[in-house]
């Protein structure tokens, strides 16, 4: 490929942009993990985390993607031939679905139109029936990256209590964290995974879980086999600030920095900042006279936009267009979304000038590719962003 000029404009729903602040704290020699400079710093991002998943309970760093803590999370609390209920609220919920079955467990779905989020009555409807509680856990992902729909998770959560099912509540926020609203113990969930390269402005590479007291008793009977993803080992060595194998030093030094930015910028206007990006975003959308794929607005997600594509177009066309021509990446349709809706990223690292330059890529794009649209979305969006 040519050089192009100026920055790639990355609004994908993640990785997301990598702020300079935090590509500089990464760019320093590695220390020795088992020394006592070491021992600082795991110490203070293991602490700084738990605010931002609003919990009090530990939160532990594997040097992993996403897919990984999705692993710990299952192995950890259950054993083999376990049920599992979980929502396909879309591509991701789908794959996550996949790997327990994988592993031994039996997943029992509840459908979605990949429009909306997860059924809090479906889920109570489900467990109200299971007197015998072979369910022993309820796995949602939050925020579903392929769809742009948010699952209400507090309300899940009541679902279950009215219930009164004692499942375990094992929540995906890989693409919420740090970005859209997440409160852990309030809402009683028992594992939250999470990874590095969304809300958190971090390259890939780090995954998380954050474990109720709940997950730890489970995990003390939990039969499937585990090592490298083994709480109990991992808690250990986490009390002084260490790891039991090496961890990803210099990724924790772009964490530590993360950490400090979302302090300095407040967790609630972090997510306020998201709210009214994907309000400008949806508005933009609407004024092109296309469709957003959530159906619900009180599911509508801050981290990103999936746009469906008029009918008889296709939207990795219009990617390539918009790639090719004005050097951004958007998300493509995944799974039964492949090629029918594109998705903007506006999650991360990410201001007002930000998301102007993105819509006017997609705004360019859709007149380049020939795709019907009404030029008004930019408008309508910097109208929304400057009033
Ligand atoms: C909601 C969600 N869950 C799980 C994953 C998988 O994570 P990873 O690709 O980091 O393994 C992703 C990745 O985008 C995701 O968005």
């Not at 599911?299 to 990103?304: D, Q, V, W």
């Not at 799974?335 to 890529?361: M, Q, Y």
Request: with cysteine; glycine share 10%.
């Amino acid at each position: 490929m040519s050089y192009a000029s100026g920055r790639h404009f990355l609004q994908i729903p993640g990785p997301t942009n990598v702020p300079d602040r935090v590509l500089r704290a990464m760019a320093a020699p590695t220390i020795d993990h088992r020394g006592p400079e070491f021992g600082v710093l795991g110490r203070e991002v293991l602490a700084e985390l738990k605010p931002i998943f609003k919990t009090r309970h530990p939160v532990i760093i594997y040097p992993a993607s996403g897919t990984g803590a999705w692993e710990a999370a299952l192995v950890n609390t259950l054993s083999p031939g376990d049920r599992v209920l979980m929502c396909e609220t879309g591509w991701f919920a789908s794959l996550w679905q996949q790997m327990a079955k994988r592993l031994g467990l039996e997943p029992e779905l509840i459908p979605t139109d990949w429009r909306h989020g997860a059924d809090p009555a479906a889920i109570e409807e489900r467990l109200e029936q299971d007197r015998a509680h072979a369910i022993k856990a309820v796995g949602v992902v939050h925020n579903e990256t392929s769809t742009g729909v948010v699952s209400r998770i507090g309300e899940v959560r009541k679902a279950i209590d009215r219930a009164r099912h004692p499942a375990l509540l094992l929540v995906d926020t890989i693409s919420s964290l740090a970005s859209v609203d997440f409160r852990m113990d309030e809402w009683g969930v028992d594992v939250t995974v999470a990874g590095s390269q969304k809300g958190l402005m971090l390259p890939p590479g780090l995954s998380f879980n954050a474990v109720s007291t709940r997950a730890l008793a489970a995990a003390k009977s939990s039969k499937l086999p585990k090592s490298f993803w083994g709480w109990d080992e991992m808690l250990a060595h986490n009390k002084n600030g260490y790891f039991p194998y090496t961890p990803a030093t210099n990724l924790l030094y772009g964490l530590r920095e993360a950490l400090k930015m979302l302090n300095d910028e407040g967790l609630e206007n972090v997510f306020a900042r998201h709210t009214r990006h994907g309000e400008a975003t949806r508005r933009a959308v609407a004024a092109w006279g296309l469709e957003v794929l959530c159906a619900n607005p009180a599911e509508y997600s801050g981290s990103l936009t999936a746009v469906l594509m008029p009918a008889g177009h296709s939207a990795d066309r219009l990617r390539k267009v918009v790639l090719e021509a004005f050097d951004m990446s958007l998300g493509t349709g995944l799974g039964r979304l492949a090629d029918k809706v594109f998705r903007i990223g506006h999650l991360g690292h990410f201001n007002d000038l930000t998301l102007a330059g993105t819509l006017s890529g997609v705004e360019m794009g859709l007149q380049r590719a020939g795709v019907p649209h009404e030029p008004a979305g930019v408008r309508a969006a910097l109208d929304f962003l400057a009033a």
